[in-house]
Structure formats: C-alpha cells, structure tokens
C-alpha cells in the first residue's frame, strides 16, 4: 500500500494540492506576523538570512537533482522559476532593492501560478519531485510577503522598470536558447503540457505578447498597491519611514 502511494499520481485540486493551499495560507500569515512583530531587531536579521539561506539550501538541492540524470530540457537553470529562489534569498540576506523588486513582482505574480495551475507532473506527495517543486514556490512567495508586509520594503516606479528591463533581458536569452537547443525553458517557444492560463491567451507567438502586456500591467498595479498601502498608513499614523533597518 504504501508503494501504491507514493507512486500516485499528482492531480490539480487533488487532497494533496487543498493541502499544500493551506500550508501556504498559514505560512504567509505566520511570515507576515514574525516580520511585523521583529521589524527592528537583530531577531528579525537572523531570521531573515535563516529564510534565506533555507532557499539557497532548498534551490541548490533542487538544481543538482534535476542534474542526475543530465537533461537539457530540465537541467539548464532558465526557468523563472529556477531563478527567483536565488534572487529571493539574495534579497532576504543582504535586503538590496533590485533583488527585492524582483522577488516582488516575479514572485507574487508569477510563482503564484503554480497554486492556481501548477505545472507539476509526477508523483504525488511525498515524492522528491514535489517537495522541491511546492517547497520552492512556496517560499519564494512567502520571502516577496515577508519583505513586503512584513519588514516593510517597498517598490516604486524604479524597481518597475528594473524588473520590466530584466524580464526582457532574461526572456531573449532563453528564447536564443530554447530555439538552439530545442527546449522550452519559460514556456516561450511553446505553452506547457499542463493546463495552465496561457492556454487563455492564443497560439503562440500571440501569447507572449499578451503575457507581456499582462504582466506590464498587473506590476504596474501592484507598484501603486504599495503607494496606496503607505499613504493609508501615513493617514492613520502620520509621516514615517518604511523600510528594512
């Protein structure tokens, strides 16, 4: 029985998905809470470079399971997804505002995804394979909530820009790749296997230009959620500085 188990296959909105739902639900409370609740310590420094050397820790694991066997469909690091951990952790660690912008927008954009439609084929809990899947993901949001609501960082118009810039930069270097080689790291030369949001947005190459227009937007949304966050505080409490110490 208990092999049976183990080799069960993943399934969207499976028992195993409602959980990891609420795991992530109660870890960004909890994130949230520890953050706000040790803004300006040297509790809230260690726990900060802990959380980050966790998703290193977690990322490089990841990274050299996905090296045995070698394959370059999976085993190149081009995915966003196999870099946001790293840029979250660097954010986490040393609290420099280009890594957070990223882990800000990449990650409450675009790892979020994986809870609505994850791209996750495989067995189930507790297989390897999806533990570093969720384990990443998870984290990578929970560092963007903790940084945000919780220490206090915030984005601007800057960081937005920084963050489109990257996007960009990171996207023709793996498409340059993917038509090379003959891969789709970022899903930018063909959608995923998996049911997924872009099946939404048209053929390809239609859907990349939508994603981008998207994307533009919901950072652009997300860069005045920020602004309208603080002058709400501003009112309640008067002028302050925000920001990590």
């Given amino acids: 029985m208990a092999l049976v188990a183990t080799e069960r296959e993943f399934s969207a909105y499976g028992l195993s998905h409602w959980l990891v739902l609420v795991v992530f639900a109660a870890g ?13 310590t040297a509790h809230a420094r260690r726990f900060s470079r802990m959380f980050a050397v966790t998703i290193f820790a977690l990322t490089l694991a990841d990274l050299l ?28 660690f040393f609290h420099r505002q280009w890594a957070y912008a990223l882990t800000y ?42 940084l945000t609501w919780g220490r206090g960082m915030r984005t601007d118009w800057r960081s937005y820009r920084t963050t489109l810039a990257v ?8 498409m340059t790749f993917n038509f090379t080689m003959d891969t789709n790291y970022g ?4 959608k995923s296997d998996t049911v997924s949001a872009l099946d939404l947005l048209g053929p390809w190459p239609w859907y990349l230009l939508a994603v981008a227009a998207l994307l533009a937007a919901v950072w652009a949304l997300l ?18 500085r925000v920001g990590p110490p």
Avoid: K
């Fill in 28 to 40: 960004a409370a909890l994130v949230v809470y520890v953050g706000r609740r040790h803004r300006s």
């Fill in 65 to 92: 399971y996905e090296m045995f066997p070698a394959s370059i469909e999976r085993s190149v690091p081009l995915h966003l997804s196999d870099l946001v951990p790293l840029v979250a952790a660097y954010a986490l």
């Fill in 105 to 146: 927008y990449w990650g409450l954009v675009l790892s979020t995804q994986a809870l609505i439609s994850p791209a996750l084929t495989g067995p189930d809990f507790p297989h390897v394979n999806f533990l570093f899947f969720w384990g990443s993901h998870l984290l990578v949001i929970w560092a963007a909530l903790y």
């Fill in 167 to 174: 996007t960009a930069a990171w996207a023709a270097v793996a």
């Fill in 187 to 190: 899903f930018l030369n063909r």
């Fill in 223 to 240: 860069t005045l959620l920020t602004g309208w966050y603080d002058a709400r505080a501003s009112d309640r409490a008067g002028p302050c």
